[in-house]
């Protein structure tokens, strides 16, 4: 099916370690962005990608970097997990000018 | 900047009554308004959206929503609950002004409730 596809679905990691969390879309869309989201906060953004080659922050990007591989593929990456990154994470992707589609989301747990 | 503010963190209705999620905004430009839907354990889904057509929006599962420029407003209604509308609700506006692919700015979240 036509969609986001996030990978892994859970993660557990010891503070300290890194990780990448995958975001793979397959409906030529332009615009791809990492969303966390914490209860009572909504969803903030941490970083973007307006198209192919270009990444830019967003709200809170202190402790991740990203990387848009090619125009399916754009990958969130933890150097050093901390604790307060425990969080529900959401790729969505976006062709201008009609809506948002969003991955179903990974669980990340920092202990 | 925009910013979008949901009036209630929890609202809880009886099923079979109606269903009224407030949501508030502010913008700069002309925004775009959502409002997505979240099930336990599940994605997010777009329930319905507003782009500067009509100003009353029909979204899916009886759902709609009015834009009121004056009053900055969005709220989200339903005419009778069901018991399967129980989820967490945001508000999401987006500035079609800016560049960069049109951010999103969330709402904290509305958790519905629905009793039997």
């Known amino acids: 099916n036509a969609g986001v596809t996030q990978t892994p679905k859970f993660q557990v990691l010891k503070t300290g370690q890194s990780m990448t969390l995958q975001c793979a879309q397959d409906?030529?869309?332009?615009?791809m962005y990492w969303y966390r989201q914490d209860p009572g906060m909504g969803l903030r953004l941490i970083y973007y990608?307006?198209?192919?080659?270009?990444?830019d922050k967003g709200e809170v990007p202190n402790g991740y970097n990203v990387s848009r591989l090619n125009k399916r593929e754009f990958s969130l990456r933890l150097e050093s997990a901390a604790p307060s990154q425990t969080s529900v994470y959401f790729c969505?992707?976006?062709?201008?000018?009609?809506?948002?589609?969003f991955g179903s989301g990974t669980r990340l747990t920092v202990v | 900047a925009q910013s979008v503010t949901q009036l209630d963190s929890h609202v809880s209705v009886s099923e079979g009554t109606p269903v009224l999620l407030r949501c508030n905004y502010s913008?700069?430009?002309?925004?775009?308004l959502f409002w997505y839907v979240q099930h336990p354990n599940k994605g997010l889904q777009l329930l319905l959206k507003?782009?500067?057509?009509?100003?009353l929006v029909k979204g899916i599962n009886g759902f709609e929503a009015e834009f009121k420029k004056s009053e900055t407003s969005f709220h989200l209604t339903k005419p009778s609950a069901h018991m399967s509308d129980a989820a967490e609700y945001f508000c999401?506006?987006?500035?079609?002004?800016?560049?960069?692919?049109?951010?999103?700015?969330f709402g904290g979240g509305t958790r519905l409730m629905v009793k039997p």
């Open positions: 969505a992707s976006r062709l201008r000018g009609f809506g948002y589609t």
């Open positions: 409906m030529n869309h332009n615009s």
């Open positions: 990608s307006a198209s192919e080659g270009t990444t």
């Open positions: 913008s700069s430009y002309s925004p775009s």
């Open positions: 507003y782009t500067s057509a009509a100003t």
């Open positions: 999401v506006v987006s500035d079609q002004n800016r560049n960069a692919g049109n951010m999103l700015t």
